[in-house]
Every structure is written in structure tokens, then in C-alpha cells.
């Protein structure tokens, strides 16, 4: 990953933070102080999901900024005046965490469907009897991330 | 990667597959602040898996099911 590519990537995560939504290419060429075409912004992006820097649609577009969801998801979260969704639970805290800020996720418990609302305050959540569950081995996250 | 009520809703949801791993959402919490803390700083760099490896292991979460590679 050369330092265009790393240019590239710390736009589209500031496009994506400020406007609580994926950028397009187009929008990234068109906010990029380095002259990238929508080609050239599509290629970087190529690059960055070859290396496991954020996950590409079928249609070249973004899916995945991880933590952030490029798509609609059961991991919301409200922080900063702002709301996302998150790939899956640990990238809702993930959120937090990578604003550093305090927030709010809201999901369902995926055995009942119960609504979970836990907020996050100085790095702690608010409700303690919540469990995660990883399925995947570590070593087998990236096989499919979609399902991880 | 998802949340539960308990560890009860856990077992029921996995239905007889094999568990991967359970953790207190404080736990969780914890090793998102590790993992995703640094992500939109400009002067962010890739994480090694040396590097990954070595925040799973600081938060206990250590075995071969969080063995990274």
C-alpha cells in the first residue's frame, strides 16, 4: 500500500464521517486535492481491497469501510450528531472507538430479535449482561468477510 | 460476529453448530477501542498481523481460535 493509496484511503474515511454515508468514486474524484479520476479512484480502491483496507460491492462501489457499513445492516449507531451502520457488532463499538466518542447502538438479539439499544460512555457500555459471539476462527475472517 | 441477550441465546441460536468463542460485551468494548482506535487518524498505517495478533493477545483473547494466521 504506497502513500497515493493510503491518500485515498483517509479521504473516502473522511467523506464517509462527515457525511454519515459511502462516497462515491465520482465523489471522491471530485473532492480529491490530488486530481484522481473516477478510474483512478476505482483502481485505488481495487488496491485497498486487495490488501484488506476496506471491501468492495459487486459493482466496484464501496461495502464495507470497516468499521463502517456501506450498506444497511441490524448494527446502527448514533454518535457524534451522526448515524452509521456497522458490519456486525464489533464494528459497532468499532464506531465509537474509532470516533472517539461516546454513542448509542441500537440492534436486535440475533437468537430472539429482542431490540438492544447500549450506549457507550467513556469506553464502557451501559448494559453488562449483553454477550458477544464470534463464530469464525480468526485465521478464517478473511475467507468471507461478508459472513464473518 | 453479533450480539445476544445471554449466553443462553447463544446456545439456543447456534442449534447444535460448534461455538466459536463468547465474550462480556464490556470485553468486546474493549477490543474495539484496541482494534478500530487508530482507523481515521491520517497518520493510520496498515496493521501487521504481528501487530493484531498482539492486541488479541493483550486482551486475553488468546488460543487457537484467535490465532490471526
Keep these: 500500500m504506497d502513500e497515493s493509496d493510503i491518500a485515498l484511503r483517509n479521504l473516502t474515511y473522511e467523506l464517509f464521517v462527515a457525511e454519515g454515508r459511502a462516497p462515491t468514486a465520482s465523489a471522491i474524484a471530485a473532492a480529491s486535492s490530488f486530481a484522481m479520476s473516477v478510474a483512478e479512484v476505482a483502481g485505488g480502491w481495487r488496491r485497498l481491497a486487495d490488501a484488506h483496507a476496506l471491501v468492495l460491492a459487486d459493482d466496484g462501489g464501496l461495502r464495507m469501510l470497516n468499521p463502517f457499513s456501506a450498506v444497511p445492516t441490524r448494527y446502527r449507531v448514533h454518535a457524534a450528531g451522526r448515524s452509521w451502520y456497522g458490519n456486525c457488532a464489533w464494528d459497532a463499538f468499532g464506531i465509537c472507538a474509532a470516533l472517539h466518542v461516546d454513542g448509542l447502538i441500537e440492534t436486535t438479539c440475533v437468537d430472539c430479535d429482542d431490540p438492544i439499544a447500549v450506549h457507550v460512555r467513556d469506553r464502557r457500555p451501559d448494559d453488562d449482561s449483553l454477550v458477544f459471539h464470534c463464530l469464525v476462527p480468526a485465521a478464517h475472517w478473511w475467507d468471507d468477510i461478508g459472513f464473518t | ?69
Excluded: K, Y
Aim: net charge negative; glycine share 8%.
Design chain 2, 1 to 69: 460476529m453479533n450480539l445476544f441477550r445471554s449466553e443462553e441465546h447463544v446456545n439456543r441460536w447456534l442449534d447444535g453448530r460448534p461455538p466459536g468463542d463468547t465474550l462480556p460485551v464490556a470485553r468486546l468494548c474493549d477490543l474495539a477501542h484496541a482494534w478500530w482506535g487508530d482507523r481515521i487518524d491520517p497518520a493510520w498505517r496498515p496493521h501487521t498481523l504481528t501487530q493484531n495478533q498482539a492486541i488479541l493477545d493483550r486482551l486475553g483473547l488468546v488460543g487457537e481460535f484467535w490465532r490471526v494466521a
